[in-house]
């Protein structure tokens, strides 16, 4: 008979006693989520959701993937978690909703090398806070304990969103024409793209970033706090604006700013103009220009330069829209305008 001690998981680095806590501390923020087409309840091994209250002559299913990204490395600096799964929201439903979809239901997935249930609870506070604000139900998540794959205090996440929208009202570019008007809405910061050129060209020294301030940030902000600030979410404001107006064409702007997501809503032939002085450059960028010497294609061509939704509309549209933007409070203007041609011009 052996008489070795057993190995158990918990020797190995998971513990699963953590996980249940984790579970547990997660339930309420999800549940905050939960709306009348929510059919199952978290600890269930899918998440059910009924579509039967649409009412859509032919509803389509619209589906965005995504992850935070290095940005995740700033919050590990600032030990602040609260945030960041606003981000995780953003950027899928805000890529759903380019097509006029509504957010339904998202999923989040965490993984790291020892699970804090405190913290992951905080986590998915954030992304709680993130589905609130798409009008989105949290309906499930995975949370992964691997030990040996993350640094101590380390995490990644992604998520995963599912929206839905009428077959005759999607927004896809198809009716863009030369002379139409580009309108842009403004991101509340970074966002979440860029980020490893932002740690190449800013470090990851907690001290120094807390103590830069002033003239390179908004408000009173570090620029610590300036890189945590979260990606807006457009949803409510795009899905206000598409009941009442013909929207052609929507861009996000992610990773590869104007000049890579811009063109992507065109149509064969014609292309796209952005007049460089049509907005005030926000701090933060200029701080970024500055630092990094970049040329404004390449700036353009990482960051979404203080824009973080485009809109295409037709020009004698412009004005009614813009408008609307003012009286839903989202600081917007006209940036540019569509020619024949293809890709985008910085003018």
Known sequence: MSTTKPITYADAGVDVEKGYKAVELIKKHSKSTFNKNVLSDLGSFGGLYSIANENLKEPVLVSGTDGVGTKLKYAFIANKHDTIGIDCVAMCVNDVVCHGAKPLFFLDYLATGKLEPEKAAEIVGGIAEGCRQAGSALIGGETAEMPGFYEAGEYDMAGFCVGIVDK????????????????????????????????????????????????????????????????????????????????????????????????????????????????????????????????????????????????????????????????????????????????????
């Open 168 to 347: 005759s009202k999607i927004i896809n570019g198809s009716d863009i024409k030369a002379g139409d008007s580009l309108i842009g809405i403004a991101s509340s910061g970074i966002h979440s793209n860029g980020f490893s050129l932002i740690r190449k060209l800013f470090g990851e020294d907690k001290k120094v970033l807390e103590n830069t301030k002033g003239e390179h940030c908004s408000s009173q902000n570090s620029l610590l706090d300036e890189f945590l600030i979260p990606t807006k979410i457009y949803v409510k404001t795009v899905l206000h604006l598409v009941d009442k107006f013909n929207i052609k064409g929507i861009a996000h702007i992610t990773g590869g700013g104007f000049i890579e997501n811009i063109p992507r809503i065109f149509p064969k032939g014609i292309g796209g103009v952005v007049e460089l002085s049509s907005y005030k450059l926000p701090t933060i960028f200029e701080f970024i220009k500055e630092k990094s010497g970049l040329s404004d294609k390449e700036l353009y061509n990482t960051f979404n330069m203080g824009i973080g939704l485009v809109l295409c509309v037709d020009k004698k549209d412009e004005q009614t829209v813009l408008a609307e933007l003012k009286n839903l409070g989202e600081p917007a203007f006209v940036i540019g305008k569509t020619i024949s041609g293809e890709g985008l011009e910085l003018r």
